[in-house]
């Protein structure tokens, strides 16, 4: 899993 | 992408719905303020990296706009005149503390990076935003049915969920290892809450 990929969403 | 993006669009029309409801019929009558500030807690815990992650200007501005939007209504229901003498506190029963405690629970102890106060943050706003609409539901449940604009607002809630849903399939094809457990737990669960609400809504949007 990449950590933190997703904080590129809302 | 682009679905990305129309769920963004639908999640900013849902607040912006709300507010000119608000505004306009000058009453909170079938909105549950319990919800709209699970919601200010959702983007306060979840934003905390705006002071520091700059992903895009796009990312940093919207998130200001959530924050922004959503303690607005939050102010309008609670001091706004006349709104705030429409609210209506015994039909917005559901026991929302029932909702929060399970989750701080889950972001301590379910996040990716066990070490992070700001992943555990985050986590937990994930898990709050699944289920923050159940106040609001069981209000719209209670009352019987919702108004028109409370129930566009419901639907553009639920229709941003469905665009990220999407999007996370679409993300997982065409980026390599892009995998989130987290969030797509998650959405998938607050995607389900909407299922019984749609129904009614295409329903009764075609009897009119």
């Not at chain 2, 912006?16 to 319990?34: D, E, H, Q, R, T």
């Not at chain 2, 700059?54 to 959503?70: E, G, T």
């Not at chain 2, 609670?78 to 929060?100: A, C, I, K, M």
């Amino acid at each position: 899993e990449k950590i933190g990929a997703t904080k590129d969403e809302l | 992408n682009a679905i990305r993006l129309a769920g963004d669009m639908s999640h900013m029309a849902s607040f912006f719905v709300l507010l000119f409801k608000i505004n306009k019929s000058k009453s909170v009558a079938g909105i549950s303020l319990k919800t709209q500030e699970l919601y200010v807690l959702v983007f306060c815990t979840r934003y905390v990296d705006i002071f520091w992650n700059h992903l895009s200007l796009y990312n940093s501005l919207m998130k200001v706009i959530f924050i922004a939007l959503s303690v607005m209504i939050v102010y309008v229901m609670r001091r706004g005149v006349p709104q705030r003498s429409t609210y209506n506190p015994e039909l917005d029963s559901f026991p929302h503390h029932w909702l929060v405690l399970p989750c701080v629970l889950l972001g301590v102890a379910i996040n990716q990076d066990p070490t992070s106060p700001f992943e555990m943050a985050w986590a937990f706003s994930i898990y709050l935003e699944a289920v923050a609409i159940m106040p609001q539901l069981h209000m719209v449940q209670k009352h019987g049915e919702a108004e028109n604009l409370t129930s566009h607002y419901i639907f553009l809630l639920g229709l941003y969920r469905v665009f990220y849903l999407v999007n996370w399939v679409y993300r997982y094809m065409t980026e390599d290892g892009y995998w989130q457990a987290i969030v797509w737990v998650s959405g998938a669960v607050q995607a389900v809450l909407y299922l019984d609400f749609f129904y009614n809504y295409v329903k009764s949007k075609q009897k009119d």
